[in-house]
């Protein structure tokens, strides 16, 4: 009877007792009272014998049920997880090439997916405004990075002339006063930065997350699609970023500058 502790008849649906009497049915050995079994006058399973169906106690199916549901929601979460996709690469991608390590990154993951999976284009990134053209050097997103710094230059043109006059050419001071076309120059360039640093607030994110896609696809393909070891450890040296190409970028714009002083010191804007 320790089997059937808490099992109940098929039939009546009553719990079983030590005393009962008690019939085991020969196809799939489901236990029935006897008497049920006289009234029904066959197994109340007869109807799934022809399938191999095998009476199992309650808990023993319970047991076998939820590891196989366990497994079962295991393997389809490991599943979604492999086959999201976000412009073509998987969210896993994107956190090895991205190196998230902190909460915070953690979240400008997120915010990135949810980016890419409603398509949208237009995020904010101040960073990527404020610290135009060094944000995209160091993000590897060189093209974007060289057009920025030369717009970057060329607004500041008029400035950087009328800075380096007033210090370095004193005597000129006083035609510098009556140039207006520099003045309205200074001016509209000073719009203009203001509209590009806006402009990469805004697009920012858009043009790293086309970055990042593009990067992913081409080292998947050096990694055998993606199945080698080595794989997940490339897209994190891929993603770093670049301090190098900041100081680059830097030494360009000095250069830019000292050969605009010495226009000024050799009078070309006098």
Excluded at 138 to 166: E, N
Excluded at 179 to 204: D, K, P, S
Excluded at 212 to 232: A, D, F, Q, W
């Amino acid at each position: 009877m320790g089997k059937l502790n808490g099992t109940v008849c098929e039939v009546c649906r009553e719990p079983f007792k030590d005393d009962d009497d008690i019939v085991y049915c020969p196809d799939c050995g489901a236990p029935v009272h006897r008497s049920c079994w006289h009234e029904k006058g066959e197994c109340p399973y007869a109807h799934l014998h022809g399938e191999g169906f095998v009476w199992k106690p309650a808990e023993e199916e319970k047991e076998q049920e939820e590891p196989d549901a366990l497994e079962a929601a295991a393997a389809a979460a490991e599943k979604d997880f492999e086959e999201e996709k976000y412009m073509g690469v998987s969210e896993r991608e994107m956190a090895a090439y991205m190196n998230v390590r902190s909460p915070q990154q953690m979240f400008r993951l997120a915010s990135l997916c949810d980016m890419m999976a409603n398509g949208r284009k237009v995020g904010f990134n101040i960073f990527s405004g404020i610290l135009v053209p060094y944000y995209q050097f160091y993000k590897g997103l060189t093209p974007l990075g060289i057009l920025a710094l030369f717009v970057d230059f060329l607004t500041s043109l008029p400035q950087i002339i009328m800075y380096g006059i007033y210090f370095l050419r004193p005597d000129m001071v006083e035609q510098l006063a009556e140039n207006m076309t520099l003045v309205a120059a200074a001016g509209i360039a000073g719009y203009v930065r203001i509209g590009l640093m806006l402009a990469l607030c805004l697009l920012g994110d858009y043009f790293y997350v086309l970055k990042m896609s593009k990067r992913i696809k081409e080292i998947r393909v050096l990694y055998n699609n993606g199945k080698t070891p080595e794989y997940y450890d490339a897209l994190s040296e891929a993603g770093r970023g670049s301090w190098g190409r900041v100081i680059a970028a830097l030494g360009v714009q000095f250069v830019l500058s000292m050969a605009v002083m010495t226009f000024i010191m050799a009078g070309y804007f006098g």
